[in-house]
């Protein structure tokens, strides 16, 4: 039994490597080389924001400085009780592409950000729209490098991980947990041709789509009830045959996604969860997966205690083996895509850290979904 778990372990090393060394060369090939897109096709940037007041101004100030030109910026104040829609009203003045909307209450039926996304898209007038988060902070040519990168590829809807700020290290460690996708889950030059919709991703830190492929699936409306609404926007895409993209975005924009810690665990959770189908496969498919996690996981741990046993039973030192091997390409891929990704050194190298972080977040969260209490966000409940 120990000799086929450290053979699997060692397999999916090996596939880690594999994937993120595809993965790391396709994000090098479409960031090495692009030009700055030159149209005149109004961009519309989109940014819901609610009880922003912290982050709101520097990101609408990196927002007005784009070297891309034809602009207009909308803000949704989505029924804020603190100090964010003053701030922007500040900013119109200062300008006139910049305009607050004050946002509808809550329809019956919808999730909070989607409701205030929605709202955003039949206010728009760009050809293409731009959807970013209040705490985020754009370099001059983050547009014009996903404008580029549109056209070039002949795609619909762009999407990809900036540049995470996080004060401490258990943060990072919560936040790195989106290298699940690019070391052990997408081929993602893959997956620009194949378009599957299991492997479509998105984060809602940095959306740039056509209105009208967003107009052709409805707007959001099909998407109201979702917990994780970048990726299943994503998938929609996909499903209705619009191209979508995921491209590296460390360079052109940067995000303090949570302060503290507990707030990175609840809302990490709730991506996770969001994510997850519900029903008897899905179910049983997530049970194999979270098994496996705690594997690797915990990998590093066994392959020191089988070598300690090989000294007195050598049939411990092939499984010791096959383990140190899966442990070694898994820590080596994770870590390399850390540092892709701009993470630091100690997050890097925690990798096996973070994959049992992620298996804790699952569980915790699938615990608030099944006792109905849902997960807490920006004050809202979200069953």
């Not at 549109?150 to 989106?178: C, D, E, F, H, W």
């Not at 994959?355 to 966000?377: C, D, E, K, P, Q």
Request: with cysteine; net charge positive.
């Amino acid at each position: 039994m120990m000799l086929i778990l450290s053979s699997i372990i060692a397999f999916i090393g090996i596939y880690s490597l594999v994937l993120t060394t595809s993965n790391l060369l396709y994000f090098r090939s479409l960031s090495k080389h692009w030009e700055k897109h030159t149209s005149k096709e109004l961009v519309t940037i989109a940014v819901p924001a609610r009880n922003e007041e912290a982050t709101i101004e520097a990101c609408l100030r990196s927002l007005m400085a784009q070297s891309y030109a034809h602009l207009e910026i909308l803000v949704l104040d989505d029924n804020s009780e603190d100090n964010t829609a003053a701030i922007v009203r500040k900013l119109e003045t200062e300008d006139s592409r910049l305009h607050l909307i004050t946002g509808r209450a809550l329809q019956e039926g919808w999730r909070g950000k989607l409701w205030a996304m929605e709202q955003l898209f039949r206010q728009s007038n760009g050809t293409y729209l731009f959807f970013t988060d209040a705490d985020t902070v754009h370099k001059q040519d983050s547009i014009a490098y996903g404008m580029s990168l549109l056209s070039q590829r002949n795609a619909a809807l762009l999407s990809g991980y900036p540049k995470q700020q996080t004060k401490s290290l258990g943060i990072g460690l919560l936040v790195s947990a989106m290298l699940f996708n690019p070391t052990l889950f997408v081929p993602f030059a893959l997956q620009e041709r194949l378009q599957l919709p299991l492997f479509s991703m998105a984060i809602g830190q940095y959306i740039l789509l056509k209105k009208e492929a967003l107009d052709a699936i409805g707007g959001f409306s099909s998407l109201r009830t979702e917990i994780c609404d970048d990726v299943t926007l994503a998938r929609a895409f996909a499903r209705k045959g619009f191209k979508q993209m995921f491209a590296p975005m460390t360079d052109v924009v940067e995000c303090e996604m949570f302060p503290t810690f507990k707030g990175a665990f609840s809302g990490l959770e709730r991506s996770i969860n969001g994510v997850v189908k519900r029903g008897l496969i899905g179910f049983l498919m997530i049970l194999l997966i979270v098994i496996v996690l705690l594997a690797l996981a915990v990998a590093p741990l066994l392959t020191l205690g089988l070598a300690i046993l090989s000294f007195s039973n050598t049939a411990y030192l092939l499984p010791a083996l096959w383990l140190f091997l899966g442990s070694l390409t898994l820590w080596a891929s994770w870590a390399w895509a850390a540092k892709r990704f701009a993470f630091s050194t100690p997050v890097a190298m925690l990798g096996h850290v973070t994959i049992f972080l992620v298996v804790l977040m699952y569980l915790h969260g699938a615990y608030l979904r099944s006792t109905g209490r849902g997960f807490i966000w920006k004050g809202r409940v979200l069953p």
